[in-house]
């Protein structure tokens, strides 16, 4: 009689390799896994930040879905390991993930790394992600380093509440648009930036934020790691000094004060107001630009008033 297998959570087979890694120059088997997508957490600079569940299952995987898979190829040759690896990256197409659904679906044990870190943070592996569950496949994450935890832990800026905005948009008036809409979001602000970027960001964000402190952290666990803490506006001027560094970076903004967030809010006022008076009377303008700010109109007003005689 034929057993009927559901090879969507089935144990797979002893495949012909031996699935085995080394660490510490000791040669250790690694245990089999079960069909699914595991998302693997890799070390962002520091190999030996990778942890034991990491190896076995990087080493028991039928494939490794890698977004670089150069950069992977040296953590895999560290620790021994020799499961195939596949590209799998921001170009990667829907008949790329239905190919690597259909595998998981027969049975076989897919890891998903990105180039460093954990997967899905500012890397295309959500999709992929999302297609197994759609399909009723088991995800399996397989926790470990984060640049944006690694940062922020070393930062000295509030931890209890935090916001990871990603990469802020290349050009300047869009960055500034997008930095004032998180402004008031009550937390550490959390970014990744490029290098070449980093002096007009830093630039951008001090003309934006004001005098808020602020952390620069580069090559995180790696041999030139640097942590660089102060205000906006100095970290602004030392690295337009400096000019851009080289390296992975994470930027890392605190909450405003009471005071900054009213500074803030009479700011945007005013320059809503500014815009608003071009092109309208005081009377038009206020209106307008309360109804917007959802502010009362007599005090929007008074201070349209008061652009006005300023710029008369």
Do not use: C, W
Request: aromatic residues 4%; proline residues 6%.
């Amino acid at each position: 009689m034929t057993q009927r297998i559901d090879n969507r959570t089935k144990r797979r087979e002893p495949a012909e390799r031996t699935a085995t890694f080394t660490a510490f120059g000791l040669a250790a088997e690694a245990k089999p896994l079960t069909a699914g997508l595991y998302v693997v957490a890799t070390p962002i600079g520091n190999l030996q930040d990778v942890s034991f569940r990491a190896l076995n299952v990087l080493a028991a995987a039928d494939a490794i879905l890698a977004e670089d898979t150069r950069v992977t190829k040296t953590l895999l040759a560290h620790y021994g390991i020799t499961t195939p690896l596949v590209a799998y990256h921001e170009h990667s197409n829907d008949a790329v993930r239905e190919r690597m659904v259909h595998r998981i679906r027969e049975g076989q044990a897919l890891a998903l790394v990105s180039d460093a870190g954990t997967p899905l943070v500012s890397d295309p592996g959500y999709k992929l992600v999302q297609a197994a569950i759609e399909e009723g496949l088991p995800v399996t994450p397989i926790p470990g380093p984060s640049a944006v935890l690694t940062a922020l832990v070393a930062s000295g800026l509030p931890t209890d509440r935090f916001f990871f905005e990603g990469f802020l948009p290349p050009k300047s008036a869009a960055r500034r648009a997008r930095l004032t809409e998180i402004a008031a979001i009550p937390g550490t602000l959390m970014l990744f930036e490029g290098p070449h970027r980093l002096p007009e960001m830093l630039a951008d964000a001090a003309a934006v934020l004001g005098e808020r402190q602020a952390v620069v952290a580069r090559e995180l666990t790696k041999m030139f790691e640097t942590i660089r803490r102060g205000t906006l506006p100095e970290l602004a001027a030392q690295f337009a000094e400096e000019g851009p560094p080289k390296g992975e970076i994470v930027v890392l903004i605190g909450e405003a004060t009471k005071e900054m967030h009213a500074a803030e809010a009479d700011a945007a006022l005013d320059g809503r107001l500014e815009a608003a008076l071009r092109n309208h009377s005081i009377k038009d303008a206020a209106a307008l630009v309360a109804a917007e700010l959802g502010l009362p109109k007599r005090e929007v007003y008074a201070r349209a008033l008061e652009l006005a005689k300023r710029d008369a």
